[in-house]
């Protein structure tokens, strides 16, 4: 009898959550100029209406920025292939401002061009533009100018210095997404308000953060909204009235229950459905989840909207990844360059194993008038392996001078850089062997006077080293490398890059710092006059000429071998890599090369020999598992 009302509840539970098998009829695709009306409607409230008929979304989540630009339509296309006519994306405020004021929407950024693609090939958007989206995403998508203060109260009316720099940003974004609105002729059925306000645990968690950004859409013009948490009442305690839900995810039924009686007359979707999971270095490969090809069945049955968060991952090119820690700071987890995800679209556009069985789940709940177009495997080309040549050892490069001393190291976000390299000097006085304590975000190559002691490594909670003994005053130098900001829990207030408060020797603090910085934001030069340095530093500057003699292809170039650092290509940086995995192939999209000479140039932390290894171009990132990871599905309580 249990069973029996177990099954019947979660009967009565799917009829007033959705609008059926009937949602799935309605094959409406967005027309240039013709405005459609997205609207909550039907049995309470709690279906979603196109033009007064049940709909339901099926979305694969892109974010362009993080995608080259030349392959935007082979991945809208492949979605809509899969049987999808909806593409949400995230909008990375932080790769659209630039620290002068100025504003770059250019290239990746053309978030513009994207929503018309997207219209262009009959697919539908839902609009993430945060302002935080977390994303796995340096700081989540907020700038780090931000954090030039010590105490930086984020997501948060009572901050003015935010609420300012957010208005600022969303009056950019207004300017993007209002005029391409269903309503107004566009393919935008909804936007997005904040993401995951829930679970950032602050001490100033308020709902009138979230009503000031509904306020500020609904003044544009835009609605209807939605908002994307967790499936708890902690979660859900900052819905507005009026506004949907996304469950991040809904994996059946079950976790709808707490957001139908929370947030009443409104539908509730799986805003995030997830086919893999993020990766930290150091973790296993990418691994997709067969358990999600069960909740898209589900979907498909019911009617239920949903959004595979990722559909297609990209890169985090550059400087973009973020990284997780807890509520202090602690268990530091950096992000891969690669966001593959172990999502049915691989790094490359590749279309995985998953990806047809998706693409079957899907097309056999459809209407049989629905003739889905064939999807189109990318090319990619191998190229052939070549030694790069020392161009100059780390000491010898380029770095900007801070012109005064400091008594306590200042983070690279106080003195105007998003992470990159900070370089420390100080002098020790002599004195028997001792420990050196400090938090040195993120990993740091440690030396005394001719000596190099060693390393301390953020993610393995290093934060003290032993100093050989010393027989008189000697420079005490930590080359500071960086890893992107903590992308997610309130902790992304309070993280900074650099050294991060004092710096201790045994009981006496360390003072009178000097400090170069070197932010990576283009290729490190050589100085024009090297000098002899008393020892080889760690680290080196490495530079190959490739000649490609066909049109250029993607592919991925191997960085087995190397130790710890960044690559660039033809002046575009790739992302960085690191010997302890699981991603060793870095990758290049063809947009990068170009046929004749193109220039490589890596920046290795640890690396002197003048023979490096040889670095060569493969078709497909390397996957093996070496190690289990378990996919958290985004429960992290």
């Known amino acids: ?27 409406q695709k967005p027309q240039a100029g013709k405005a ?9 409230g709690r279906e979603f209406l196109l033009d007064g008929k049940p709909f339901q979304i099926r979305s694969g989540e892109i974010h362009p920025q993080r995608v080259p630009r030349t392959h935007w339509r082979h991945r809208i296309r492949a979605a809509k292939a ?21 504003w770059d929407f250019s290239g990746r950024n053309d978030i513009g061009a994207f929503i018309d693609l997207c219209a262009e090939e009959g697919m539908w958007v839902l609009f993430r533009p945060g302002p935080y989206v977390c994303g796995e995403w340096d700081l989540g998508g907020l700038p780090a100018y931000l954090l030039k203060d010590e105490v930086t109260p984020l997501r948060y009316t009572g901050n003015a210095q935010f609420m300012e720099a957010q208005t600022r940003y969303l009056e950019k974004m207004a300017e993007v997404a209002v005029p391409r609105l269903s309503r107004n002729g566009g393919p935008i059925l909804m936007v ?24 500020f859409w609904t003044k544009k013009g835009a609605g209807p909204f939605y908002l994307s948490e967790g499936s708890s009442n902690h979660h859900l305690r900052f819905v507005p009235k009026g506004v949907a839900v996304g469950l991040d995810p809904a994996d059946n039924a079950w976790q709808m229950k707490n957001a139908l009686r929370i947030a009443p007359g409104v539908p509730v979707f799986s805003s995030e459905t997830y086919p893999g999971w993020l990766r930290h270095w150091g973790e296993g490969n990418w691994t997709p989840s067969r358990n999600t090809l069960n909740s898209v069945r589900w979907y498909m049955r019911d009617g239920v909207s949903f959004n595979l968060f990722v559909y297609h991952g990209g890169t985090n090119f550059g400087l973009t990844a973020g990284a997780n820690s807890n509520e202090n700071g602690e268990a530091f987890q950096p992000d891969l360059t690669s966001y593959d995800y172990g999502s049915p679209v691989g790094e490359n556009g590749n279309l995985t194993k998953e990806y047809f069985e998706y693409r079957d789940i899907i097309r056999a709940a459809l209407p049989e008038e629905l003739q889905l177009p064939e999807p189109e495997q990318p090319a990619a080309m191998e190229v052939p392996a070549f030694r790069p040549t020392r161009v100059a050892d780390f000491h010898a490069l380029t770095t900007i001078r801070e012109e005064k001393d400091y008594v306590t190291p200042p983070t690279l976000e106080s003195l105007g850089q998003n992470q990159g390299i900070g370089i420390y000097t100080a002098v020790i006085p002599a004195g028997g062997a001792a420990w050196l304590s400090c938090r040195a975000h993120d990993y740091a190559l440690v030396y005394v006077g001719d000596s190099y002691v060693g390393t301390l490594d953020r993610s393995k909670g290093q934060t003290r080293i032993q100093l050989p003994e010393r027989k008189q005053p000697e420079l005490l130098k930590l080359v500071v490398d960086t890893f992107g900001h903590v992308n997610f829990c309130s902790y992304l207030e309070k993280d900074r890059k650099g050294l991060v408060g004092k710096v201790m020797l045994g009981d006496s ?16 030069a050589p100085v024009k006059k090297t000098g002899h340095a008393r020892y080889r530093e760690q680290g080196a500057l490495y530079r190959a000429s490739v000649q490609l003699g066909e049109a250029p292809k993607d592919t991925f170039l191997d960085m087995t071998g190397w130790q710890k650092g960044y690559v660039w290509v033809n002046g575009h940086l790739l992302g960085r890599y690191w010997h302890i995995g699981p991603q060793e192939r870095l990758y290049c999209p063809g947009e990068f090369l170009k046929q004749g000479q193109n220039t490589v140039e890596i920046l290795d932390m640890h690396m002197v020999t003048d023979t490096p290894p040889t670095i060569s171009g493969k078709t497909e990132r390397n996957m093996e598992v070496r190690k289990q990871t378990k996919s958290l599905n985004n429960q992290w309580d």
């Not at 899969?82 to 100025?102: C, H, K, P, Q």
């Not at 603090?509 to 283009?522: C, G, I």
């Open 509 to 524: 603090a360390v003072q009178n710092w000097r400090v170069q910085r070197m932010p990576l934001t283009s290729v490190p």
């Open 1 to 27: 009898m249990k069973l029996l009302n177990a099954a019947i509840a979660v009967f009565a539970l799917a009829a007033m959550a959705w609008a059926g098998p009937e949602a799935m009829k309605n094959l």
């Open 82 to 102: 899969m049987g999808l006519n909806t593409i949400a994306f995230y909008v990375f405020w932080n790769a659209l401002e630039r620290e002068d004021g100025s």
């Open 36 to 44: 459609a009306e997205f609207a909550f409607g039907g049995d309470g």
């Open 192 to 215: 997005q308000l904040e993401n995951e306000y829930g679970s950032y645990k602050s001490s100033h968690d308020e709902m009138a953060y979230i009503e000031w950004l509904k306020d």
